[in-house]
Nanobody, 115 residues
Framework: QVQLVESGGGLVQAGGSLRLSCAASGSIFSMYNMGWYHQAPGKQREFVALITSAGSTNYADSVKGRFTISRDNAKNTVYQQMNSLKPEDTAVYYC?????????WGQGTQVTVSS
């Protein structure tokens, strides 16, 4: 069982920045593929960014060039730097860990971008 705890959300004006963190329990964090998803009110949860255990990254088209996912295996933590935020980025952001066929989710952190 893996526990994920997100932090770093908040209220920011359009054009501003936030950095989300996701701290994971367990001793094999480096083996997990880690991702960020978001869910806006009334919408389905959507993929935002992924970083594999090997360090490869992938992003949704809507955030390419603005968001950066990274990981620190020594701290069991994955980050998401979000720049040039837009009102449409407003959502609850969830951290996801995946290894083999097991998937784990955090509780989410709210990001609100005002216009």
């Amino acid at each position: 069982q893996v526990q994920l705890v997100e932090s770093g959300g908040g209220l920011v004006q359009a054009g501003g920045s936030l950095r989300l963190s996701c701290a994971a329990s367990g001793s094999i964090f480096s083996m997990y593929n880690m991702g960020w998803y978001h869910q806006a009110p009334g919408k389905q949860r959507e993929f935002v960014a992924l970083i594999t255990s090997a360090g490869s990254t992938n992003y949704a088209d809507s955030v390419k060039g603005r968001f950066t996912i990274s990981r620190d295996n020594a701290k069991n933590t994955v980050y998401q730097q979000m720049n040039s935020l837009k009102p449409e980025d407003t959502a609850v952001y969830y951290c996801r860990a995946m290894i083999l066929h097991s998937v784990y989710w955090g509780q989410g952190t709210q990001v609100t971008v005002s216009s």
